[in-house]
């Protein structure tokens, strides 16, 4: 009785496993998406109505999904917080705050770095050219997270289920 | 009194990055502070109300450049950013003109290598000198001139220009004449009156989202960033002043503006650059506004010591003015006399 007990968790915590990183993979395209429309309506606020970066992120947050919202709350804090931060030193500890709890790979992370390394920093034009640089980025990731996503989040479910049942059945 | 200078250097150490702030904390003349002057490769320079001096890394006064904290090309982007509020975006039309006005009326001036297009300064490539340009409030700055300014029973305004070189406390005194003129003067028995302010540098009001951030007076109307031109006519329209202030006149659209001013009967106080009298007479702008012989006032600054010393209150023929207001506290000199720069009471206003 205790054996199968034990064998039971064991499955049940290998397909825990299994969804978690299957869930991973769901996940990625979902948080690219929200971050590519609110790079967008960043990209709106600076280059229609040149508000002030704070006050930008704040109202990105407000309107992004809830998947990156932390980031640009993060990064406004940052930035208003008065400790004498560049915009691309606020932006780089927001996505350090952040980078744990998302599905986003480096590469990604990446893009958002370059971003951020020239945010702030020149005219209206070149802020827009930049933004449109890291949405193409986010646009080709998202196409490779989707394809991703369809293969292997079946895939580590199974696999989860499957490496918890047989190391099971080698333990019983 | 301490606390307030303190919480005054607070506010304008961040503006810098932090190895910056580390270097000026130090520095015990912050209320005499001028000017700081950072240029990349080269070191850091404080313009005085007195002279100027470098600045040490740890801090200290120092005659000699070689000691002088040396500012990097990265400090000097670091502080562009930190003190545009990382949107150097926000300020397109300013950086054209070679500066940034920022919060409290600060003013930061640029230098470097610009990029053009059609032969107009479109941006700059490379930011590589900054020049800090320190706004103070000096309330009572205008007190001593006042009394010039006010004429005729009831009292009404006359038309002022104040003519002052740079860095002599023109801006300041303009700041602190339209507040009293518009809160009203009790010791003259003076109501206040309704002032339209063109503030196209945001220097007077030092607005922030439109919102005086220096008192510029209760009765005070502010187009904040407008050209003076359109910003006089559209005051005249809707506002109904009696009384229109800006800030350095002289270019050729601003005559025009001054004028349909003038004919609404609406009284001038502007500020224009300029040595003498005699030098702003050479220039078409001034010789057509002499031409028009309205100006009752002119007010003459001279930077000597410190800034904000009056030089001279003339009235429209050159001559000096005389004032028919006696009140106690004012110390107005002799009447009719020229304004001693070293006199009791008619020195700068530190």
Redesign the interface.
Known sequence: MLKALGAGMVVLAGSLAGFQIGDLYKRRPRELKALAGALLLLQTE?SYA?????E?LITVARRAGAEVAPFFRAAAAH?DA???????E?WERAVDGVAPAMALREEDFGTLRDLGAA??????E??VRHIALALERLKAAVASAEEDARRYVRLYHFLGFGAGLGLAIILC | MVTKECCFQEALL?F???TI?EVLKPVPVWDEVEEVRLKAGRPLLLRLAQGEAFVSPAGFLVDRPERGYLVTPEEI??T???A???????F?EE?RNGYLTLPGGHRLGLTGRVALEKEAI??FKYITGLNFRVAREVRGAASRILPYILCGTPLHVCHTLIVSPPRAGKTTLLRDLVRQLSSGIPEFGFPGVTVGLVDERSEIAACFRGVPQLDVGVRTDVLDACPKAEGIRLLVRAFGPEVVATDEIGRAEDARAVEDALNAGVKVVATAHAGTLEELKKRPFFRYLFALGVMERFVLLKRREKPGEVAAILDGAGKPARTEIRCRGAEVGKEGSRFTVHGSGLGGWR
């Open positions: 600076i040149a508000v002030p970066l704070g930008a930035l008065g400790a004498g931060l560049t915009a691309a606020a945010l702030g920093s020149s005219d209206r070149d802020q | 961040r810098f990055p932090a702030r982007s670091r562009v950013n930190i545009s509020n990382a949107s150097l975006y926000a397109e950086v479109r941006t």
